[in-house]
Nanobody, 129 residues
Framework: QVQLVESGGGLVQAGGSLRLSCAASGRTFSNYAMGWFRRAPGKEREFVSAIRWSSGSTNYADSVKGRFAISRDNAKNTVYLQMNSLKPEDTADYYC??????????????????????WGRGTQVTVSS
């Protein structure tokens, strides 16, 4: 059974940093993409970033490009989202997700919530102004 467990959320001032972690278990993820999504109050869940476990290829939403960095630790089966220069509009619940993706074409084009099969329960990030 696949389990994704997020941690690292919290309250931070604008301009600050946080690092989210997603511990994955239950299967081998070598042919998977691991994604981060977020849902701000009153808004729909949106794509933030993703990484292909096998190649390390990364993908970012325009709103976070240059500020956020996704990475993975194969030995720990953990994916990280380093969030720098945080803004109040980054306030949201952040979710880790996993999806089987066997090509770069799929990886770079599949950003919808429905494209991902497994989800964590989320971790809350609040950025104060």
């Amino acid at each position: 059974q696949v389990q994704l467990v997020e941690s690292g959320g919290g309250l931070v001032q604008a301009g600050g940093s946080l690092r989210l972690s997603c511990a994955a278990s239950g299967r081998t993820f070598s042919n998977y993409a691991m994604g981060w999504f977020r849902r701000a109050p009153g808004k729909e869940r949106e794509f933030v970033s993703a990484i292909r476990w096998s190649s390390g290829s990364t993908n970012y939403a325009d709103s976070v490009k240059g500020r956020f960095a996704i990475s993975r630790d194969n030995a720990k089966n953990t994916v990280y989202l380093q969030m720098n220069s945080l803004k109040p509009e980054d306030t949201a619940d952040y979710y880790c997700a996993a999806a089987r993706m066997s090509s770069d074409v799929a990886f770079y084009t599949r950003r919808r919530v429905d494209d991902y099969d497994y989800w964590g329960r989320g971790t809350q990030v609040t950025v104060s102004s």
